[in-house]
C-alpha cells in the first residue's frame, strides 16, 4: 500500500546537537511538507517543497533546513538553533504539482523529538 | 492572510448522538477548499471530508456532514450517531485554490478534542 513513512517515532537528543527526521513517500506525489504541532498551537508549517530540487520557507522556518534530492524523500533537519525544538513533527505530501492546489494532505504518522 | 479559528477547544457527546464542531475563517479569496481532518490518540492525520468552496451543496461522507456557509465564512463539521471511535482532536483547514505566493499552504485551526462518552 501507498503511504508516507516517518522514522523514527520517537527521537530522542541532547540540546546543541543537529538532528535530521526522515520522511519517504511511495504515492508518486510531487509536493511535501514539514509541519509542527505543539499542544494548543494546532499545525505550523516548516518548510515545503513542490519539487525536487526546490523548497521554501514556511511560518516558522527558523533553526531548520530541508533537502529535496529525490522525489520521494524529504528530511528535515532540527540544527542547533532552533530555540524550542521538543514538539511533534508530521510530514505530508499532495498530488498538487504546477499551478493547481486542489489535493487534499496525506500524512505520516509523525516523529515525536524530545530535547533535554 | 488567511485564518481559521475554532472556537471550541473541547466538546463531548453521548455514544449515538450528534455533534456540530465550529469553525469559522477568514480570507478575501472566493475560490478555495475547506477540509476536517480528525486526528486520534495514534496522532495519524486522518482527511475526513473536504469542500470545495463553489460547491454550494455541503459535502457528505456517510455519517459526517457539513454546514458551508460562504458568506458567513462558517464551516461546521456534524456527525451523525456519534461512536466511540469518533473520540479525536479534530482539525478544520483552509487552502487557496490559486496558484502563486503562499497558496500551496494548508492554514489549520488549534483543533477541538472531541470526547465520546459511552
Known amino acids: 500500500d501507498g503511504g508516507i513513512t516517518q522514522s523514527p517515532k520517537y527521537l530522542f537528543r541532547k540540546e546543541g546537537q543537529n538532528v535530521t527526521l526522515s520522511c519517504e513517500q511511495n504515492?508518486?506525489?510531487?509536493?511535501m511538507y514539514w509541519y509542527r504541532q505543539d499542544p494548543g498551537q494546532g499545525l505550523r508549517l516548516i518548510y515545503y517543497s513542490q519539487i525536487v530540487n526546490d523548497f521554501q520557507k514556511g511560518d516558522i522556518a527558523e533553526g531548520y533546513s530541508v533537502s529535496r534530492e529525490k522525489k520521494e524523500s524529504f528530511p528535515l533537519t532540527v540544527t542547533s538553533a532552533q530555540k524550542n525544538p521538543t514538539a511533534f513533527y508530521l510530514c505530508a505530501s499532495s498530488r498538487d504539482s504546477g499551478n493547481s492546489y486542489n489535493s487534499p494532505l496525506h500524512f505520516g504518522n509523525g516523529t515525536r523529538l524530545t530535547v533535554t | 492572510a488567511q485564518t481559521v479559528t475554532q472556537s471550541q477547544p473541547e466538546m463531548s457527546v453521548q455514544e449515538a448522538e450528534t455533534v456540530t464542531l465550529s469553525c469559522t475563517y477568514d480570507?478575501?479569496?472566493?475560490?478555495?477548499?475547506l477540509f476536517w481532518y480528525k486526528q486520534p490518540p495514534s496522532r495519524q492525520m486522518i482527511l475526513v471530508i473536504r469542500?470545495?468552496?463553489?460547491?454550494?451543496q455541503n459535502a457528505t461522507e456517510n455519517r459526517f456532514s457539513v454546514n458551508f456557509q460562504k458568506a458567513a465564512k462558517s464551516f461546521s463539521l456534524k456527525i451523525s450517531d456519534s461512536q466511540l471511535g469518533d473520540a479525536a482532536m479534530y482539525f478544520c483547514a483552509y487552502r487557496s485554490r490559486e496558484s502563486g505566493g503562499s497558496n500551496y499552504k494548508l492554514t489549520f485551526g488549534k483543533g477541538t478534542l472531541l470526547t465520546v462518552n459511552p
Open positions: 504515492l508518486n506525489h510531487d509536493a
Open positions: 480570507t478575501s479569496e472566493s475560490d478555495y477548499y
Open positions: 469542500q470545495e468552496a463553489y460547491k454550494q
